[in-house]
């Protein structure tokens, strides 16, 4: 279904989707509105609620829960935002390689690390303060 709707926008129909998935909506949408409890928060073009809402990289870490008391002891200047969710922390920055290489350099040792592009599902969450899942 998402194939043929991709198609129909590529020639030209519009389309009005709605969604809890926000990577199909950065991929189906030139404009969007974000809505929280009935209300609209946001709206805009993918990148450009992501240039907004998000910085350009965020760095996803999995840690032990002593090396977690020991980032949220020391987390301060290491990136922009961090959001702690129950089973990671989310560091949203402009380079998430150097932001790794920082923590590492303070001795704390992940899990996990993962580097990735910003996505509508971090301004959902820097919006409303919820993941999509709650």
């Known amino acids: 279904m998402w194939d043929r709707l991709y198609r129909l926008k590529q020639r030209g129909v519009t389309l009005v989707i709605t969604t809890h998935y926000m990577d199909e909506a950065e991929q189906l949408c030139d404009r969007l509105v974000v809505m929280d409890k009935a209300k609209i928060v946001t709206e805009g073009s993918p990148r450009d609620l992501i240039a907004l809402h998000s910085t350009r990289e965020v760095l996803e ?12 002891a020391s987390v301060d200047g290491i990136a922009e935002r961090v959001e702690w969710l129950p089973d990671r922390v989310l560091l949203y920055t402009a380079s998430g390689d150097e932001t790794l290489a920082a923590i590492h350099e303070r001795g704390i040792e992940t899990e996990t690390a993962l580097v990735r592009r910003a996505s509508l599902e971090d ?9 999509l899942i709650e």
């Not at 870490?61 to 949220?72: G, I, K, V, Y």
């Not at 301004?123 to 993941?131: A, D, P």
């Open 61 to 72: 870490l999995r840690l032990s829960d002593a090396e977690r008391d020991r980032l949220a």
């Open 123 to 131: 301004v959902f969450l820097t919006i409303t303060g919820r993941s």
